[in-house]
């Protein structure tokens, strides 16, 4: 799924590279056609929506509006609240959420004030955003997370089983063990405690009977807690027939050693006294069975490199200023509008820990670096791939160098606990880069007329380049930084100026 993800992910983010703007509706600051019929326009900084009749989707009072999506929503940012539209300028969502998850059967989860709820497709909160964390729903109903306690609420968003316990095991049957307080008992399906939290230990039914401990005592009880009477010879210590018949198949040299045999749970334990001292020994299936177990117990590493980076992109001089050198001062950015967009598509992983917490994460991607010019000059190559400039005399609204590179990262990951999405982290390491293509844009007015001019030529620009990178984040909230260690531009062709940037992650197995 990963891979088919990728693919998806990198045609989108190429077919957004080379998307021209419109022309279609000069009369906005800016506009880009998002889908056929439809255009995201800017005025006065703030970011709305028409169609192709001029319409007004959403109008121009947001800091963001992003593409329609498969169904035809469309999200919007405002103020640093989330909302959902549809094409026809419905509100669905209110935009007043942190965070939106996709819909999935007309249901979609969304944050609010760091609390999970749900909404449907209408904006009703049918589950209230109170809960830490909800997991998705199956036959109709959804564990939740509550001040550390986890619970049940079905469709209409009534809590069916309170948030009360620190455990609900899996429902079979129609029944669940849980725990509460520190002890075991069983739910139905309703929520109805059929068996009051009381053992310390409660094992799974078989047969319609579990094996139950209480204040330190074995005993057996059916499903609805009532005792069943067993013969508990199996599990207790079998003392003088056991020892007499083992001492039998003993070699005499071993006469002074006392064995008891323990069955328990279907293994077989020996406890040997031998010589004022005590070992104790396994049958080959019970050694097989741990063996299994501690396998099991090794977990999967799971880093966070697979996704999506957006952020801002600039470049430092050798002594680390931002200054450009004084012969290329058009090369000095507008950096609130120089981004970075990538795309890292392929991921490959090393465990270094049984807890599945430590490892290596390396991977392909694709960098798309946007960088957008304060003064009225566009880089140009000379006859001998020099540096150089052009001045634009005309009336300018875009000038820019944009660039693409394949990278490559190795990094190494520590996540501070064994569930992932719950997990603070961080990463750092070393990429490699490859560049692709690279071209100038440059967007002006003459003569009353729009006119863009796109240049494609590699403007003296390295080929490869390598730095450094660190990535961390908590949930939903994840960043990186890159550095990189080598010139943007070949030495002697233009200025010694190391690229930098930095911006935030998006992972899909969070969204």
């Not at 109805?192 to 009880?221: M, N, P, S, T």
Request: hydrophobic share 35%; charged share 30%.
């Amino acid at each position: 799924m990963k891979y088919f993800i990728s693919i998806v992910l990198i045609a989108l983010s190429m077919n957004a590279f080379a998307q021209e703007d419109s022309s279609f509706l000069s009369s906005y600051d800016k506009y880009w056609e998002i889908d056929d019929g439809f255009y995201r326009v800017m005025s006065e900084g703030k970011i709305g929506l028409v169609n192709s009749m001029g319409d007004i989707i959403i109008p121009c009072e947001n800091d963001q509006v992003w593409n329609l999506q498969d169904n035809g929503d469309i999200k919007v940012l405002k103020n640093g609240k989330l909302g959902i539209y549809n094409t026809n300028g419905d509100i669905l969502i209110p935009v007043i959420y942190d965070m939106i998850w996709g819909f999935e059967d007309g249901k979609a989860r969304v944050m609010r004030d760091g609390k999970i709820g749900y909404v449907n497709r209408f904006g009703n909160e049918f589950i209230p955003c109170k809960y830490d964390q909800i997991w998705n729903f199956e036959d109709g109903k959804a564990k939740v997370l509550k001040n550390g306690k986890v619970g049940y609420v079905n469709l209409s968003g009534y809590e069916f089983i309170p948030a009360e316990y620190q455990k609900i095991w899996d429902f079979e049957d129609g029944k669940a063990r849980v725990l509460k307080n520190g002890k075991m008992g069983l739910i139905n399906i309703q929520g109805v405690e059929i068996i009051a939290c009381q053992y310390q230990h409660l094992g799974e039914f078989e047969e319609g009977v579990a094996r139950v401990v209480k204040d330190g005592k074995i005993a057996y009880v059916d499903m609805n807690g009532n005792p069943v009477e067993r013969n508990l010879e199996d599990e207790e210590i079998n003392s003088n027939t056991q020892v007499h018949e083992s001492n039998k198949e003993l070699d005499s040299s071993h006469a002074d050693e006392d064995t008891t045999t323990i069955k328990f749970f279907g293994s077989k334990v020996d406890i040997i006294e031998e010589k004022g001292a005590t070992r104790f020994s396994f049958d080959k299936e019970t050694k097989k069975e741990w063996s299994d177990y501690k396998k099991k117990r090794i977990r999967s590493f799971d880093p966070h490199y697979f996704g999506i980076d957006f952020g801002l992109n600039s470049y430092v001089n050798a002594e680390g200023d931002f200054a450009v050198p004084a012969d290329y001062d058009y090369l000095s950015l507008h950096t609130g509008k120089s981004f970075e967009f990538s795309v890292n598509a392929l991921e490959q992983n090393v465990s270094l820990s049984r807890r599945g917490n430590v490892g290596f994460v390396t991977g392909l991607g694709l960098t798309f670096n946007n960088y957008r010019f304060e003064r009225p000059f566009i880089p140009v190559s000379d006859e001998e791939g020099n540096l150089s400039s052009e001045e634009i005399l005309d009336p300018l609204e875009k000038n820019k160098l944009t660039s693409a590179y394949l990278n490559m990262p190795l990094l190494f990951e520590l996540q501070f606990s064994r569930r992932r999405n719950d997990a603070f982290y961080i990463s750092a390491g070393v990429m490699g880069e490859y560049r692709l293509q690279s071209h100038t844009k440059v967007v002006f007015k003459k003569d009353g007329e729009r006119i863009k001019d796109k240049n494609r030529d590699d403007f003296g620009l390295n080929d490869f380049r390598y730095g450094a990178q660190v990535r961390f984040g908590f949930k939903e909230l994840n960043f990186f930084g890159k550095y990189y260690l080598s010139s943007l531009f070949e030495d002697g062709k233009g200025p010694e100026l190391y690229p930098v940037s930095f911006g935030v992650c998006f992972y899909p197995d969070n969204w």
